[in-house]
């Protein structure tokens, strides 16, 4: 059995801080127990895929893998967004290859079965033999792309593929309500406002790296000189999301000491305030009182993320020279985690590693994120009625 499928493996991640030790290194570095944690953490759930501003404009679309499973991201349209299996109904096949613009229907290169942008099915030629493009045993009312349940949070794709995870709003009603005065039109920042970084780690030590602020001092020594480490608070809510929070955030300025335009009817907590959650399982978000953003952890292989990341403003036009400097800004910030989680991915090939302790002072957000994992592993074994083997 392996070691993080034993009941008392997940007891001591479960257990009170000050006694729990992390995730055993089977979660990062094992395949079955990783093919068993993408179960119960990310398809049972809400995973974050990618954001609605990448498919901007009605007809744009773009394929998406996650967890090996081929997906099609597409604005309808009336432009409302829509996640299909990327799949012909016919014979499987894949239906777009390359992000683009679908001017007519979805074409299968196959046999062309043709799907409208709302999923219908739409033309099936010579299915009934040369010429004749019906049949009476292909009923098109039934056979239209097959739909995966999603939500759209602050641009923010998500998709539930069990398909029986809780409502997204229920699930999520406290960070919804914690950020009420966000609750307004975002815009997206454009092409220099969205980078990818490539990190060889698994995903969970990106969620872990970016809950707490305990590194500030070592890993971020230009951000702690103006944001220290006791200008930080933490913010925890067990099984649904965990993070810190400042009380010094300081606008950045242009050479004329232009700012962005704020997000208006904020109360005065922002006007220096900020936060920084992990909306577990895998969407990282930034708040701020004149810029938000989102990383979209996209987890390729157990040692492999892209961290996909996108900036939003609260005008849908901003002064170009300040938005590359923003981005340019919070790049150098995530590039300077990446030494920091690929050496602890490293790490988790160390036998002698028992998962390490939690600081109960600093770590709280990130024994939040150890615990929601545990949980789910052992819910899952419980279902299974195994006591916790795969």
């Not at 609750?183 to 030590?205: A, C, I, R, Y």
């Not at 010094?248 to 936060?275: C, H, I, N």
């Not at 990282?284 to 996209?298: M, S």
Request: proline content about 7%.
């Amino acid at each position: 059995m392996p070691e993080d499928h034993r009941p008392s493996a997940l007891a001591d991640v479960l257990a009170p801080i000050e006694r729990a030790h992390g995730l055993p290194n089977a979660h990062y570095i094992d395949p079955a127990t990783i093919a068993a944690e993408n179960r119960a953490c990310l398809e049972t759930t809400w995973s974050a895929i990618a954001v609605g501003a990448e498919v901007p404009e009605p007809g744009d679309a773009r394929p998406i893998s996650f967890l090996g499973q081929p997906l099609l991201l597409l604005r309808d349209e009336e432009g409302a967004i829509r996640v299909f299996y990327n799949i012909c109904r016919h014979r499987g096949m894949i239906l777009v290859e390359e992000p683009r613009k679908i001017e007519g229907a979805i074409r299968c290169p196959y046999h062309s079965w043709c799907y409208a942008k709302d999923g219908r099915l739409v033309a099936t030629p010579h299915v009934g033999g040369p010429g004749a493009n019906a049949h009476p045993g292909i009923d098109r009312a039934t056979l239209g792309l097959a739909p995966v349940r999603m939500h759209v949070w602050r641009d923010v794709v998500f998709v539930n593929l069990s398909g029986d995870a809780a409502p997204f709003e229920e699930m999520h009603a406290d960070l919804i309500a914690r950020w009420a005065e966000f609750d307004q039109p975002m815009h997206h920042g454009g092409p220099d406002s969205t980078f990818t970084l490539e990190v060889q780690t698994n995903w969970k030590l990106a969620v872990e790296n970016y809950c707490e602020s305990y590194h500030l001092p070592w890993v971020h020594p230009g951000l702690n000189s103006y944001s220290r480490l006791e200008d930080h608070y933490h913010i925890e809510a067990p099984d649904r999301y965990s993070g810190q929070g400042s009380y010094v955030y300081r606008q950045l300025r242009g050479t004329m000491e232009e700012t962005f335009p704020d997000f208006p009817g904020l109360s005065e907590k922002w006007d220096t305030g900020a936060e920084y959650v992990a909306l577990y399982p895998n969407v990282l978000l930034g708040v701020h009182r004149d810029h938000a953003y989102a990383i979209i952890l996209e987890p390729v292989a157990h040692n492999f993320t892209r961290e996909h990341i996108h900036i939003y403003y609260a005008t849908p036009k901003t002064d170009e020279t300040l938005r590359a400097k923003n981005a340019t800004q919070w790049k150098s910030v995530f590039i300077e985690d990446i030494f920091v989680v690929e050496g602890m991915q490293r790490g988790r090939f160390a036998s002698g590693f028992d998962g390490g302790r939690f600081s109960p002072a600093m770590d709280g957000p990130t024994h939040c994120f150890h615990a929601w994992v545990a949980s789910r592993m052992a819910a899952m074994a419980d279902e299974l009625g195994d006591g916790g083997a795969a």
